[in-house]
């Protein structure tokens, strides 16, 4: 169900609607785009009428009854209605079209003050950065937040703002945000943000599996190298003099210094030999350390010990950060399986919620790949999920590479404890709209994929669409849809079947074949062959002197100079006849017409 509601019907402290029961309204198009740490958004049709012009208009509410979270554990969690504030509002004499974004947004333009957060963990970081007291502009006064926050995540950090806004401080790009800081994956519940350590309620056991030929119709992928590291040089903290290389790693080799580099452990099956060059700023010798060393810095006695450390930090940028591993990029035609009858007992287990892994496979590619779901669209008018975008985490790259895992919670650059923005890649495009099997699969059935209407009588009224029947138009509605049991066919075969209920003007060409229909009439050419048939009657031809024309008093029989022409009266115009038994002028049949050799000889 979806509703319309005053812009000022929403209770920010109870993070619901007020009692109030809203107008319901049936839109032509009504879809959410959500993803993980991202500004959902919601896109709305409507046909402009009296009533529809009245209640939907910039500022109001949309309240949808959906639980983004449908499938997860936590799902009780969620309000039974999300609501959306329309800040965008186009009107034209036949259709509405609205923007919308999720409540939360309200608090856009509220700022934190000067703060700082030192060794806190996720859930406590949250709780202090939305519901702290704001200050009131223009005084010393502070009040009460009326923003919810909720979170799982136990992982201790620090970090620290100076009056930046809200979203600035929870989504920014800047290294200090809290879903950088503590790699948080946050989704919206109405006035409330919940930040998890993972979105992914999918076990190994039962993640969907996208196969070739299955569920999924192809797959085109790309391998990027440009972000990919070899051999790490590390650094630990300090500049000191104690061999050539300052606290760079080193090894002694009879007696003489060289710098040195730690090398990936997997053998993957390409040539480069990049260096990852990077600083571990809390590994220190003991001569360069403080008194007041603060928790997790490592304090080492002697330079062996100190290389130990900086050698077992740059094995983790392999093994947990994977900065060996290419990016692979993907696009996959996919389709819902969840839609079909044939699934109904088994769709909590295939649906796809934000986070949610994939397993894809392409056996003729010798790809594997685990990836998530870092963004989505849903049909609320047709209940589907419509697109999804896959970040993959996981590869078995060529099935040669090492059984490695890289989660998108983990993915990070030591050096800013950021996600590393490259790691996360890749998009199912969303082009089997409708979301149901195609005639590619196993299950087999019929998909509209792109689908053109125009729904206002003003002589263009009809719709168009294509998918795996082909091509077909039709003007025929049945109550909001369309008829498309009495469509034009054309197939991929090129076959051209079907019927219309009233056609006025159309006009086809292919080559030297050509037909119009033109306000009744109906024209169709092949070359020097052509057929005209309209109210008046039938006309053929096949040169411009050798026809037949029959109309409702005459028929004409043209051949060349010859010509013979009966009319309704019974009477007979013969011209052209030619030899000693050829006639010429009028004559009355009153039994029948004698021909010789295409020559009409007597008339009785």
Request: proline letters at 2%; one cysteine or more.
């Amino acid at each position: 169900m979806i509703k319309i509601f005053d812009s000022k019907a929403f209770d920010y402290k109870a993070n619901k609607l007020k009692e109030t029961p809203g107008e319901v309204i049936e839109p032509s198009v009504c879809t959410l785009t959500e993803g993980i740490n991202t500004l959902w958004n919601l896109h709305m049709e409507i046909p402009f009428s009296v009533n529809n012009n009245r209640i939907i208009k910039e500022d109001v509410l949309i309240g949808v009854e959906y639980n983004p979270r449908e499938n997860a554990p936590d799902a009780d969690a969620f309000a039974d209605m999300q609501v959306f504030r329309v800040m965008k509002c186009e009107k034209t004499e036949y259709l509405i079209t609205c923007e919308a974004y999720p409540i939360f947004y309200d608090s856009r333009c509220i700022r934190c003050s000067e703060v700082s957060y030192k060794n806190k963990t996720g859930k406590e970081a949250l709780k202090e950065i939305v519901e702290a007291p704001v200050r009131v502009y223009g005084t010393k006064d502070y009040i009460s937040s009326e923003l919810k926050a909720w979170s799982n995540i136990d992982t201790v950090a620090s970090t620290a703002w100076s009056y930046i806004t809200y979203f600035d401080a929870l989504f920014g790009d800047s290294d200090t945000s809290f879903v950088n800081v503590w790699n948080a994956e946050i989704i919206f519940n109405n006035y409330e943000i919940r930040a998890y350590k993972t979105l992914d309620t999918k076990s190994k056991e039962n993640r969907i599996r996208i196969q070739t030929g299955v569920n999924m119709t192809g797959i085109k992928y790309t391998v990027d190298l440009s972000n990919t590291y070899k051999q790490v040089q590390p650094k630990g903290y300090g500049d000191r003099d104690g061999n050539a290389f300052g606290n760079r790693l080193a090894k002694k080799i009879d007696g003489v210094w060289y710098q040195d580099v730690v090398k990936t452990p997997n053998n993957f099956p390409y040539s480069l030999k990049n260096t990852y060059e990077v600083e571990y700023s809390d590994i220190k010798l003991k001569e360069d350390a403080s008194t007041n060393e603060s928790a997790g810095t490592i304090i080492c006695d002697t330079r062996e010990q100190f290389y130990d450390e900086l050698r077992k930090r740059a094995l983790k940028e392999f093994t947990v950060n994977h900065i060996d591993m290419p990016t692979i990029t993907y696009d996959i035609d996919l389709i819902d399986i969840s839609s079909l009858p044939e699934y109904a007992d088994i769709k909590p287990l295939v649906s796809l919620n934000l986070g949610d892994s994939v397993d894809v496979y392409n056996d003729v590619l010798g790809i594997q790949t685990t990836a998530r779901v870092i963004e989505r669209t849903v049909d609320f008018t047709n209940r589907l999920v419509t697109n999804i975008k896959l970040g993959d985490y996981q590869e078995n790259f060529f099935k040669s590479a090492a059984k490695t895992q890289r989660t998108v919670s983990n993915v990070t650059d030591s050096r800013t404890n950021t996600i590393r923005g490259k790691a996360i890649t890749g998009v199912v495009d969303g082009f089997n709209a409708q979301n149901v099997a195609s005639k590619t699969t196993m299950n087999q059935g019929d998909v509209q994929s792109i689908k053109v209407e125009n729904k206002t009588n003003d002589g263009t009224w009809g719709a168009m669409a294509l998918g795996t029947k082909g091509l077909e138009v039709t003007r025929k509605q049945v109550g909001n849809d369309w008829d498309w049991s009495n469509s034009v066919i054309l197939d991929f075969i090129g076959q051209f079947y079907g019927g219309i209920e009233s056609v006025r003007n159309a006009h086809w060409k292919i080559g030297n074949i050509e037909v119009l229909i033109n306000n009744g009439n109906f024209l169709a050419k092949c070359g020097d062959n052509e057929v005209i048939i309209n109210s008046n009657g039938a006309f053929l031809q096949n040169s411009a002197s050798r026809y037949v024309s029959v109309t409702e008093s005459m028929v004409v029989l043209s051949n060349g100079g010859e010509q013979l022409r009966l009319d309704g009266a019974g009477l007979v115009s013969i011209h052209g006849g030619s030899g000693a038994r050829g006639l010429n002028g009028t004559y009355k049949v009153d039994e029948s017409i004698s021909v010789v050799n295409g020559v009409v000889t007597g008339v009785k």
